[in-house]
């Protein structure tokens, strides 16, 4: 059974990093790069970025590429997204999704990781 | 805003069909580039409806299907269910952006 799992729920103070795993199983992690969208409390789902599997290849979304980090891991199968000096708007459901480029569908989600960021 | 404009709301009454649209412009929909169509329930995980602007994974009825033309596609749902209401959300790359982008979302009501 193919699978994404994520890492836990997390609560930031605002300027503070947090950083979320996506742990991959059930299928050839070198074969699937990944996306990582968000989606805020009662809006849509945003793209914020793209990672081929050996991290070598990266698209960012423009507003987000000085505060994001995004790495892969293949000795763990496992993807990982930073999101540095938070602000209140970052709070969010974040997913990682399966996807062989940028422009390809996400066939695969992860369950999601709710970050909050809150003083 | 995305530059993909999908209306907020549509609504059909159980077995009717309705359609989505999601217009774009000529830097991704109509520069060729593929476009997804995605079903978000509420508290679940988004799943994917269309890939390739057509085509159904293994496993979503035929009732979905998708189509492409000049700078806009549509989702069309045929055979309305209960079951069917969630948000869809369209899904492409835009060269001028250099990445994906998302459409705003529609948010489907079975009457």
């Known amino acids: 059974q193919v699978l994404l799992v994520q890492s836990g729920a997390e609560v930031k103070k605002p300027g503070a990093s947090v950083k979320v795993s996506c742990k991959a199983s059930g299928y050839k992690f070198t074969d699937y790069g990944f996306n990582w969208v968000r989606q805020a409390p009662g809006q849509g789902l945003e793209w914020m970025g793209w990672i081929s599997t050996y991290g070598d290849n990266i698209h960012y979304e423009q507003k987000l590429q000085d505060r994001v980090t995004m790495t892969t891991d293949a000795s763990t199968n496992t993807a990982y997204m930073e999101v540095r000096s938070l602000r209140s708007d970052d709070t969010a459901v974040y997913y990682c999704?399966?996807?062989?480029?940028?422009?390809?569908?996400?066939?695969?989600w992860g369950q999601g990781t709710m970050v909050t960021v809150s003083s | 805003q995305s530059v993909l404009t999908q209306p907020p709301s549509v609504s059909g009454a159980p077995g009717q069909r309705v359609t989505i649209s999601c217009t774009g412009s000529s830097s991704n929909i109509g520069g060729g580039y593929d476009v997804h169509w995605y079903q978000h329930l509420p508290g679940t995980v988004p799943k994917l409806l269309i890939y390739?602007?057509?085509n159904r994974p293994s496993g979503v009825p035929d009732r979905f299907s998708g189509s492409k033309s000049g700078t806009s596609a549509s989702l069309a749902i045929t055979g309305l269910q209960a079951a069917d209401e969630a948000d869809y959300y369209c899904h492409s790359y835009d060269s001028s952006l250099r990445g994906s982008v998302f459409g705003g979302g529609t948010k489907l009501t079975v009457l």
């Open positions: 999704a399966r996807a062989m480029g940028a422009a390809i569908a996400c066939d695969i």
């Open positions: 390739g602007n057509t």
